[in-house]
């Protein structure tokens, strides 16, 4: 066989109907050609599968407490641009004072950081986090 052809080793239909042809390269590794067709619904069957893995990942999580959903209007609050530490203390139904002493930091200093005034320092902020039992990501992200 001259250097680079290709040869057939079968032409065979699989239980899903697709229909596949195998060949083997030059190097001697067994390749199979299939329909452009058939290819994008083996990435689809693969996309879905790592879907329904992710939920079921999430769904563990949130039944082991490791994950809460959230109201819309929290999310809507926070993509129109509200800081989401303002939003996330009033979501646990906290004050300024309340959050500010569980933190251990002032609550003049909490009030600017959620106006946006000062940026609080990442210790800071990580102690705001866990205060409100989420993760520095929650707020700075």
Known sequence: MPSGSRRVVALTTDEGGMSKQIITSPKGERLVILSEAEYQALVNGATDAA?????????????????????????????????????????????????????GIAAAYLSQIETGKRDGTVATMKRLADALGVSLDDLVG
């Open 51 to 103: 879907d329904v893995a992710a939920v079921r990942r999430f769904e563990s999580r949130l039944a082991a407490g490791k994950e809460e959903l959230l109201p819309a209007e929290m999310v809507d609050r926070t993509i129109d641009g509200e800081r989401p530490i303002r939003v996330w203390r009033e979501y646990r139904g906290l004050t300024v004072k309340a959050l500010a002493n569980e933190a």
